[in-house]
C-alpha cells in the first residue's frame, strides 16, 4: 500500500506585521469563526514575520510560527496564501515571485508593487496557476478591484476616475472649509497621522498614480507604463485657489482619471475643479470614492475608508478568503479575476492631445489693457473663456486674474501660457488647474 | 471502446424577452466578445421563451430557439443557467424551482420572487449542487450584493440601508426642488416612465420591503419574514413636510433600513428624514445608493443606476459570467456566495422598540397654551425636544406645528401622540417622519 499523500496546503502566512498587517491578524482573530460560517471552512494563519515578531500586538497569535525571515514564511510547507503587506518594489518583489513561482497564491495591499510590475506579476501568477489579489492596493476597504473585475464585468468600462488619495483629500478638504494655507494643514495633517514623516509620495501624486495604473490596467485590459502617465501633485496649490474654486461653484480634488480615448486611454493624476454638484465634490477628509461609468451600467461609485488598518484589513481578509475557498475547491485560479485576461496594448494619450476645461490664475500688473491682451492670446489659440474673476489688489502693483475656459486642448493652453509669460504683464507663472465633469 | 459521453450544457436560457431580457440579450450580444476575451470561454444565449417571441427587439437572437413555452427553456439540454425575469411570485416560482430541481443555476432580477421565498429557493439550490444569483435584485446595476457577500465577507456587518426604489426618490427629489404636490409629481413620474401604471408597489414601500428582505437576510445570515417587516410608503408625505425638512437641514428619503440590534435584527422602510450633510442626502432623482457598514471597514456606499434595462442587464450579465466561468470550472457552486452559509434565526425588532428621532407635524388650533399642553405630553413620556418650529397660518384657524425629537422609543412617541390626539387642540392624525443619521 502506498501511503496517503499529505493533503495540500491551505495555510495563510503574513509578511509584515506593521498597522496592515496586525489588522489583517486581528480580523483574522475577531470574525474567523464568521467567515469559516460563511465560506465553509476556516481560514488558518500559520505564520508571520516581521523584524520585530515579538512586539505585543494586542492579537494572538501564539499558534502562528513568527520569524524575523520572510522566506521562512513563504516556503512555510503549510502555506498556500502569502499575504504581502511589507511595501516597497524591492523585498516585496523578490518575496512575491518567490512565492507565485512556488505555486503559492499572493495576496498584496501593495500597490506601488502594482504600478511597477503587475504585468510581469500577472503573468507569474497566471504561469504558475495560483491567483494574485490586490483589493487592498486601490481604495482601501472599498471593494473597488471587485466591482470593476467581476460586478461590472458585462460592461466595456469608459472611464474610472475618482480620489484614491485620503492625505491629499484631507489637505484639500482642511484649505476649502478654513481657508488655512497648505504648508500649515500639511503639518496638521501630519500630525493627525494622516500624512507620513515624508509626505512626498502623497502629495505629489505618486501614490494616486499607482492606483491610476492599477485602476486603468484593470478597466481596459491593458498594461499601463506607470512612468508615462502624467502627474501634479497639490503643493502648488494655494487657498486662494480653492476658495476661487468655491466662489466658482466648483471643489478641487486630487482626482485619479482613466478614460478610454478611442483606441488609445488617457490617463492623468492632477488637481481637478469638479461642479459643486458633482458626485465626487462631497467627498471630504480622509475618505476615497471610486466612479466607474460602463457602457451598460452608466456610472457607479464606491465610497469608503481609503486607508486604515482595519479598512484595510477588511479588503486584504477579503481575498485572503475567496482565494482560500478557491483553494478548498482545488482550482486557485478561479480566485483570480484577472486570470484569463486578454491583454491588448493600449498607448496612452500625450497630455498635450489631453481636452478639458482650464482654470487659469495669473498675477497680473494692475493696469488697463491687461486682460483684453491675455484674452486676446487665449483667442488667437482657440481658447475660449467661460468666465472671468478678478480679486481685489492682494500685493504691491499685481492683482489675481482667474480666467475659466471652455474645453481646450492642453497643447494649445499650454502653448498660450508660453505666449502669456512673454507679455511682460504678469508676475511668476501661472497656476492651471484641470476642470472637468 | 464506450462512446464519449456528451459535454454538459453550458447554455443560457432566457424566461422573459420584456425590458430586462431584451437588456440581457442586447448585453451578451454587444459584449460578448469582450466577456469571452475576459472570463476565457464564450457566453453562449441558446433558448429564450417570451409570449411575443418573433417581435422585433432590435437584436439578433436568429441562433437562438425562441418559444412561447418558457418550459422549453428550462428543460433545453444545452441549457444550464436559467435566466428568470418574467416577475411575479407565481409562474416565476414554478420554473426557477423546476430550474433548480433539474441542476440547473438560475439568475434572477426578481425581488418580489427572493423576498418571498429566498429561503426555500436558495436551500433548493444548495440541495441540487447549483447557483441562485440575484445581484439585480437589488440596486439595479449597482453590484451591491456582491460587495456584501464578497467585497465585505470579512466583516460583521452592522447595517445595511439605502435608497433603493428610484420611483420614491424621484418624486422625494422633485418634491423637495420644487414644492410640488405628492400627486401631481406622481403624475409627471408616470407620464416620463418612472412610475408604473399601478404605482403602489413603489410608493407603499412594498418594492423597498422586498429589497430589505434581502439585503438582510445576507447582510445578518438569518431567514427574514417579509410580512413582519415594518413599512410606511411615501404617499403621506406633503410638500409641506418636504420644506420644513429643508429648513431643519434635512432631507427626505424613503430608506429600507437593517440594522443589527443586539441579537435581534431592525428592518424596517418609511420616509426617513437625513441631515443634509449625510452620505444619501444628494443622491438625488432615480438614482439608488446602499451604505453597508462593517465592523472592519466602516461605512461604505455603493451608488448607481436602480432600475433600467441595460443597467439592470449589466448586473445580470455578471451573474451569468460567473455562474457560467464556474460552470467551465466544474463547480457551479462556487458560483453561489451564499452556498454555504450558516443560517440563523434572528427576530425582528418590534417597531414599538425601535428608537430614533421624529418628525412631528401637527395642525393645531392658533390659541396660546397649544405648544405648553403638547410639549408637556412628550414630556411625560420621556420624550425630549430638540426643535420646534412654526410656519404661518396656513389654513382657517390651524396652523401647523413641527416639533422635532432627540432619540425616543416608538411606543413612547405612538402613546404620546395618542394622547395629544385626545387634548382636542389638535386637526386630524399627526404626520411623523422618523429621523435617522
Redesign the interface.
Known sequence: MSPTPPPPPTGIGILGLGTIGT?TAR?LA??GA??A????HPLRLVAAADLDPDRDRGVDLSSCLLTTHPERVVDHSDVAVVVELIGGTTLARDLVVRALSAGKSVVTANKALLAHHGDELTRLAAANGVALRF?AAVGG???II??L????????IEAVYGIVNGTCNYILTEMATTGAPFERVLAEASRLGYAEADPTFDIEGIDAAHKAAILARLAF?TPVDLAAIPVEGISKLASIDTDFARRLGYVVKLVAIAKRAGPRIDVRVHPTMLPEGH?LA?VDGVFN?VVVK????????????GA?A??T??????D???VA??LA?G?VR?ADPC????VERRELLPLEEVETGYYLRFEVQDRPGVLSRISGVLGSHQISIAQVRQHGRDREGTVPLVILTHRAREGSVRAALVEIESLGVTEGAAVVVRVEG
Open positions: 489588522g480580523v475577531d470574525n464568521l467567515i460560517d460563511r465560506i465553509g483589493e476597504g472599498i471593494p471587485k466591482a473585475t467581476k460586478g461590472l464585468i458585462a460592461n466595456r485590459d458626485l462631497k470614492a460602463g457602457d451598460a451600467v452608466g456610472e457607479t461609485l464606491y465610497y469608503g475608508a486604515g482595519m479598512p484589513a477588511s479588503a486584504v481578509v477579503a485572503i478568503a475567496e475557498t478557491a475547491r482550482d478561479a486570470a484569463h485576461r486578454v
